[in-house]
């Protein structure tokens, strides 16, 4: 295993997908998924220290808020797991609906401050 552990980096745009070199630089063993059902599928398999999704705000959505629910609702059960999300500022309120039902330990705006995400991930290391 990587010193940093492994990370599930869920990138369904490709505004982050350039930060697996910063995962990587940093120890970590990534593992990267382009839609949330692979990803499910990839967490119930393996376990994860870190996962790195997006956030989207999809009001059209019937019973959901965003991308991210079903994600969430299947990391909840790995409490060792830290969730780390990316969201466009103006997404903000809908993210908070999102939090107060999921746990999620850190959320960056995009474009994301690469600094900020470096001292974030060697602080969960």
């Given at each position: 295993?990587?010193?940093g552990?492994?990370?599930?980096?869920?990138?369904?745009?490709?505004?982050?997908?350039?930060l697996?070199?910063?995962?990587?630089d940093l120890?970590?063993?990534?593992?990267q998924?382009?839609?949330?059902?692979?990803a499910?599928?990839?967490?119930?398999?393996t376990?994860?220290?870190?996962?790195?999704?997006d956030?989207?705000f999809?009001?059209d959505?019937?019973?959901?808020?965003?991308?991210?629910?079903?994600?969430?609702a299947?990391?909840?059960?790995?409490?060792?797991?830290r969730?780390?999300?990316?969201h466009?500022p103006?997404?903000?309120?809908?993210?908070?609906?999102v939090?107060?039902r999921?746990?999620i330990?850190a959320?960056?705006?995009?474009?994301v401050d690469?600094?900020a995400l470096?001292?974030l991930l060697?602080?969960?290391?």
């Open positions: 295993m990587a010193q552990g492994r990370l599930l980096a869920v990138v369904e745009f490709l505004a982050h997908a350039r697996k070199s910063i995962y990587e120890g970590y063993a990534v593992t998924e382009f839609t949330v059902r692979r499910i599928a990839q967490l119930r398999r376990p994860f220290d870190v996962i790195a999704a956030f989207y999809q009001p959505f019937r019973d959901r808020v965003s991308n991210l629910e079903s994600l969430l299947a990391a909840q059960p790995h409490a060792g797991t969730v780390l999300v990316y466009d103006a997404h903000a309120e809908a993210l908070a609906k939090r107060a999921f746990r330990d959320a960056l705006t995009m474009p690469e600094a470096s001292a060697q602080g969960w290391r």
